[in-house]
């Protein structure tokens, strides 16, 4: 397999961006019927925590999997649910079908799919997709957009927050997903901000991505949890990488702000608490 980035020119991006579209409409159309329906749910770990997987998750990431195949079949794909399949290219289709599975089988809306297209050096494409809701956010060629079907597509701006004293400030959860030292730095983040709030899984990205949160703090992401949602962000004018300022591809520990004076200012805040 070749190991040379992808050259892709503004027109490639945006064929790309287009069929990333079209497999949110398949995926989501493979995954709504089961929203809300009572269907059942497996854990994916053994001896002890809980991992939820259903056949929505399998079945959206099958449907996204085998279109890419067919019109794209010398692209990669990485998913969460079916794992990596190799191509003979440089680009490569990283895919989460739903990114926030414990809000869904709770009924709860703050979930969504997410399909990113990697050139081997960062994420070009990003789409973020609410069936449900039927809002959708998509970024390509430095652009991100969202539409919800009451209106044309809109271009996003994160918002100016320059201070921790003023920012909005979110995480999936303080439990599940930090250590003991990455909760503390959390929590020292809380006690600075305005306003936090729990929850959210990659639909918090997309409200950043809007102005409506300012700062995003998680640990224990893969790959398919934030690639797609990089370039949402970056796009819009925000910053998202680990903690310590590193690219977030990989996931891992990640932070994303709105403005890039205070993600420099939420950085600091987190080594510190951290190295205590």
Not at 241 to 263: E, F, I, R, Y
Request: contains cysteine.
């Amino acid at each position: 397999m070749s190991r040379m980035t992808a050259t892709l020119s503004s027109a490639q991006i945006s064929e790309f961006a287009k069929f990333a579209e079209e497999l949110a409409d398949l995926s989501g159309s493979t995954i709504l019927p089961y929203f809300r329906a009572g269907i059942a749910v497996d854990n994916k770990l053994d001896g002890g925590g809980f991992d939820p997987v259903t056949a929505a998750d399998r079945e959206g990431e099958a449907v996204i999997v085998a279109a890419i195949r067919q019109r794209y079949p010398d692209h990669g794909v990485l998913g969460e649910e079916h794992g990596a399949h190799a191509g003979s290219s440089a680009l490569t289709w990283v895919i989460d079908p739903i990114d926030g599975t414990r809000a869904f089988v709770c009924g709860m809306a703050q979930w969504g799919t997410l399909i990113a297209l990697n050139d081997r050096s960062r994420p070009v494409v990003g789409v973020l997709d609410q069936p449900y809701t039927r809002e959708r956010w998509v970024a390509a060629n430095g652009v991100t957009t969202f539409s919800d079907g009451r209106g044309p597509s809109a271009v996003l701006r994160t918002r100016p927050c320059h201070s921790l004293k003023d920012a909005v400030l979110t995480t999936t959860s303080p439990v599940g997903y930090f250590d003991d030292a990455e909760r503390r730095a959390f929590w020292a983040l809380s006690t600075r901000a305005k306003l936090t709030r729990f929850g959210g899984d990659c639909y918090a990205y997309g409200l950043l991505a809007m102005g409506f949160i300012d700062v995003i703090v998680e640990a224990s992401l893969k790959a398919w949890d934030i690639q797609a949602l990089i370039p949402i962000i970056e796009n819009a004018g925000g910053v998202v990488t680990t903690w310590d300022g590193k690219p977030a591809m990989d996931g891992g520990q990640v932070v994303a702000c709105g403005d890039a004076s205070l993600h420099a200012a939420v950085c600091e805040v987190l080594a510190a608490a951290v190295a205590r």
